[in-house]
Structures are given as C-alpha cells and as structure tokens.
C-alpha cells in the first residue's frame, strides 16, 4: 500500500460547482497534513494545514479523519484560477514529507 | 528576501555524465528535502536531511547522492547510474520537518 494516495483525475466541473478531493494515508501515527497547490511547470505552493478539528480558509475546506485516515479538502464556487493540480502531503513519521500523486481540477466557464 | 534558491533553472547533460544540482536556503530551516517529478506525476522523495551532516534516503535514491554539510545548502548529485534522470528536480525545506515545506522554483534535467 502506498503511503499516501490520491486520486488523479482529472476533475472537470464548472464554474460556481463545489468539489471535493479525498487523500488516504497508511502511517498511522502521521501527526502533519498538508495541502499543496500546483501549477503546470511551477513548484509546488502551500494552500493549506489540516488541523484536527478542521480549518476554512475562504472557499477551501480541510478536515482530517484520522479514524479512516484520509484527509479531505473542499472547494466551494470553484473559479477557473482554481485551475490546478492538488497535491495532498502526509508527514509519514520521522519527519518525512511524502506527497501523494495529486489530483488534477479543471474548472470550466 | 528569505527563500529557497535551486540552480540552475534548466541544464542538459550527456549520458555517462555526473551533475550536481544546487539548492541554497537562507530560512534558517533544519530540515531540507528532494523531490523529482516526472510529467504528469507527482513528487517522489530522493533524499531528505533533518540535520546537518545527516541525511536519509527517501523512495528513489538510486543513483543520486547527497551531501549536507552546512545547514543552509543541500546539492544532489545525478550520477551517471541513474538510468532516466530526465525530470523535473524540486528542493524545499521547514522548519522541523513537520511544519510546511517551501520549495525552490526547480531544476529541468535533460539529458541529450
């Protein structure tokens, strides 16, 4: 099983369509969670933390389940800039950030 | 301004040739981190360092080395055994090594 796992997509929705990506993790005692953007032929760049009791940053939602192991973000009114690759990062113990493969969104007028 | 340098942008190499990659951080970050990233896929971990002079292999260190010798810089080496470095190289960094990573803009390895 893979440390970290995502689906990859592509996710083809329109404009103002809520979306939701799911990230499954295999090291239970993974403590940090993350969530990452990027765009085509760019580095990858922060978009959010996931807290244990969740965090919402404008349109972004982030929950962590750590029952299930997985993590989950949420995009509500999805606009085209939000046009992008999301990668889910799991802290996999012994401070190692391990990257799923990403989840690919298009967003289309 | 405080960051993550990675040089060179692109650089091409011939077969059989060694490079060495260039990753610099003025963040005062401990932990420091490879990725390579083939297109269309995610990151995959090379090597990572939580401390200076120590580092681990991460999921795909065949035929890369590393050195961390100073807290600030963490080259990597493509050695001539990797058999398809043709990638796109990422370095980053945190604080802790379970804080958020920054990233360089990366390096475009091709080799001709």
């Known amino acids: 099983r893979k440390e970290v796992e995502q689906d990859p997509g592509p996710f083809n929705v329109p404009e103002g369509a809520t979306v939701a990506f799911n990230c499954t993790y295999s090291n239970s005692a993974s403590q940090s969670f993350f969530w990452y953007r990027q765009d085509c032929r760019k580095e990858p760049k922060l978009l959010m933390s996931?807290?244990?009791s969740g965090n919402e940053d404008g349109r972004f939602t982030a929950q962590l389940n750590r029952a299930s192991q997985y993590i989950s973000l949420l995009i509500r009114d999805s606009k085209l800039s939000d046009s992008a690759t999301y990668l889910c990062v799991v802290e996999t113990g012994f401070q190692k950030l391990v990257f799923g493969t990403g989840t690919r969104l298009l967003v289309s007028p | 301004d405080g960051g993550i340098t990675q040089s060179p942008k692109y650089l091409f190499r011939k077969e059989g040739q060694n490079v060495t990659l260039s990753c610099e951080q003025n963040l005062n970050h401990d932990a420091m981190y490879w990725y390579r990233q083939d297109p269309g896929q995610g990151l995959r971990l090379i090597y990572y360092s939580q401390i200076v002079n120590d580092f681990q292999k991460g999921d795909i260190a065949e035929g890369y080395s590393v050195s961390r010798e100073k807290k600030e810089s963490f080259p990597l080496t493509v050695t001539s055994a990797q058999k398809n470095p043709t990638a796109f190289y990422l370095c980053?960094?945190?604080?802790?090594?379970?804080?958020?990573?920054?990233f360089g803009q990366g390096t475009r390895l091709t080799v001709v």
């Open positions: 980053a960094s945190s604080s802790r090594g379970q804080d958020e990573a920054f």
């Open positions: 996931v807290y244990s």
